[in-house]
């Protein structure tokens, strides 16, 4: 990615650090920009094969980073981070499977208790059964995966752009923010100011690292390899005000189906960060995707910190003179 100059001379952004911004990159000083674009992940319809993982690192040179084994399901990168850019969580529950299926909750049924008697008789399944038979009625367990591909949130206040204190990390004319980096110093303001701990510095040189939403492709008119590559459309990419009007009726169609869990997360522009330009559609509560329950960007107080940290100053050199005028007497 070649440097980016920044937006155009004349027009500074606004330091509007909390609340609703219709338009963050006329905010960031573009003139006549694009719609502002992003991403809706339909999480009830992941189906957890990795693909956008595998397609962002090709596309963008992403460094490997260790096929361990975590003990997590089938989970092996754990979460985002500077050589991880797109990560699908695995969550297993042991919960009913919806609630469009009445009846299916069995609450006297274990399964992990089933699977290690599984085999150990005819009617188990397993090496040397005969009958196969289920843990549950109808064939159903109350053992339930919920998949979810997680990224940068790409925050209409995003308080690591705030702190940066090189300009490395900017805003681009689709309201997304990107790091450059060939001009980060590998300060690592950013990192703890992130509300959803995605930024990431790499070790070998301590340069910052995430998701750009593919900048390079959006600016030839291609859609970000992750949604690409996806073949159920968990990840959809878009204009944001078609997206969020897009997950509002899958939302709604859910809700009728019976699914009454579901719901949206990071697409309201009311929220502590001023709406998510990459949100979610979820079927439990977010902590159990490992995501925050009520994020809000770091700098949002920066105003008020700075004015009772001038108060306290003055306070101690008043005390510091009043004490040195008492002393000389």
Same mark, same amino acid.
């Given at each position: 990615?070649?440097?980016?100059?920044?937006?155009?001379?004349?027009?500074?952004?606004?330091?509007?650090?909390?609340?609703?911004?219709?338009?963050?990159?006329?905010?960031?000083?573009?003139?006549?920009?694009?719609?502002?674009?992003?991403?809706?992940?339909?999480?009830?319809?992941?189906?957890?094969?990795?693909?956008?993982?595998?397609?962002?690192?090709?596309?963008?040179?992403?460094?490997?980073?260790?096929?361990?084994?975590?003990?997590?399901?089938?989970?092996?990168?754990? =979460?985002? +981070? %500077?050589? #991880?850019?797109?990560? &699908? /969580?695995?969550?297993?529950?042991? @919960?009913?499977?919806?609630?469009?299926?009445?009846?299916?909750?069995?609450?006297?049924?274990?399964?992990?208790?089933?699977?290690?008697?599984?085999?150990?008789?005819?009617?188990?399944? =397993?090496? +040397? %059964?005969? #009958?196969?038979?289920? &843990? /549950?009625?109808?064939?159903?367990? @109350?053992?339930?995966?919920?998949?979810?591909?997680?990224?940068?949130?790409?925050?209409?206040?995003?308080?690591?752009?705030?702190?940066?204190?090189?300009?490395?990390?900017?805003?681009?004319?689709? +309201?997304?923010?990107?790091?450059?980096?060939?001009?980060?110093?590998?300060?690592?303001?950013?990192?703890?100011?992130?509300?959803?701990?995605?930024?990431?510095?790499?070790?070998?040189?301590?340069?910052?690292?995430?998701?750009?939403?593919?900048?390079?492709?959006?600016?030839?008119?291609?859609?970000?390899?992750?949604?690409?590559?996806?073949?159920?459309?968990?990840?959809?990419?878009?204009?944001?005000?078609?997206?969020?009007?897009?997950?509002?009726?899958?939302?709604?169609?859910?809700?009728?189906?019976?699914?009454?869990?579901?719901?949206?997360?990071?697409?309201?522009?009311?929220?502590?960060?001023?709406?998510?330009?990459?949100?979610?559609?979820?079927?439990?509560?977010?902590?159990?995707?490992?995501?925050?329950?009520?994020?809000?960007?770091?700098?949002?107080?920066?105003?008020?910190?700075?004015?009772?940290?001038?108060?306290?100053?003055?306070?101690?050199?008043?005390?510091?003179?009043?004490?040195?005028?008492?002393?000389?007497?």
């Amino acid at each position: 990615m070649t440097q980016h100059d920044g937006p155009p001379p004349g027009r500074a952004e606004r330091h509007l650090l909390y609340g609703e911004r219709p338009d963050v990159a006329g905010a960031a000083g573009y003139t006549d920009p694009p719609p502002r674009m992003g991403f809706f992940t339909d999480t009830s319809v992941c189906i957890g094969c990795k693909a956008c993982e595998v397609a962002c690192k090709e596309w963008n040179a992403v460094p490997e980073d260790g096929l361990e084994f975590t003990g997590m399901s089938y989970d092996n990168t754990q =979460g985002l +981070g %500077a050589d #991880t850019w797109r990560h &699908v /969580a695995f969550v297993e529950q042991r @919960e009913q499977l919806g609630g469009q299926e009445p009846g299916v909750a069995h609450a006297g049924t274990d399964v992990f208790e089933a699977a290690r008697r599984l085999g150990t008789s005819p009617s188990s399944p =397993g090496p +040397g %059964a005969t #009958t196969p038979a289920p &843990v /549950a009625p109808d064939g159903r367990t @109350e053992l339930r995966w919920l998949m979810s591909s997680d990224v940068c949130k790409h925050c209409t206040h995003a308080a690591c752009l705030d702190v940066c204190p090189t300009g490395s990390l900017f805003r681009t004319e689709f +309201g997304t923010v990107v790091v450059q980096k060939d001009i980060c110093n590998g300060c690592g303001y950013c990192v703890p100011a992130c509300p959803y701990g995605v930024i990431d510095q790499r070790p070998d040189d301590g340069r910052v690292w995430k998701c750009t939403l593919c900048y390079d492709r959006l600016g030839v008119g291609m859609e970000p390899a992750c949604a690409k590559a996806c073949p159920t459309e968990s990840i959809q990419f878009g204009p944001l005000e078609e997206l969020r009007e897009r997950a509002a009726a899958r939302v709604a169609r859910l809700h009728a189906a019976g699914v009454t869990d579901a719901r949206l997360y990071g697409e309201s522009p009311d929220d502590g960060v001023g709406g998510d330009g990459a949100f979610f559609l979820l079927l439990d509560e977010p902590e159990v995707y490992g995501l925050p329950p009520d994020p809000v960007v770091t700098t949002r107080d920066l105003p008020s910190m700075w004015r009772h940290a001038g108060a306290a100053a003055v306070t101690l050199a008043a005390c510091a003179a009043v004490c040195f005028v008492k002393g000389t007497r």
